[in-house]
């Protein structure tokens, strides 16, 4: 039956994904950010609200951009193969960002 194969095909991505959840986070954060962008620039003002990351206010659309800017480069090889330290200074900074803009990232 059709339900049975899509279901096994959605079990097996989520397989592939849980094998490198950080990875997976990246890639799926990056693709959804870009969409909100484009869907969300539609209806509300990004430029309204004023966060403050690091001592500086930042609107909305700058801080979703940085994010994408961070998982554009986290997602290259440079995620394994960079220097460990600046990969994570990275993730980190992506992290920092994402948890003060998560409330924001809706319309």
Known sequence: MWFKKKFKTKKQKLREECWNI???FIK????HLKQYLIDASKIVDL???QIE???EKYTQRQL?????ELTDWLKEE???YGAPEEVDHKAMELLDIF???FYYLWW
Request: no cysteine.
């Open 22 to 24: 950080d990875y997976s």
């Open 28 to 31: 799926w954060l990056n693709e």
């Open 47 to 49: 430029d309204y609200h």
């Open 53 to 55: 990351y690091k001592g």
């Open 64 to 68: 979703i951009n940085k994010m994408v």
């Open 78 to 80: 440079e995620f394994y």
């Open 99 to 101: 948890k003060i803009t």
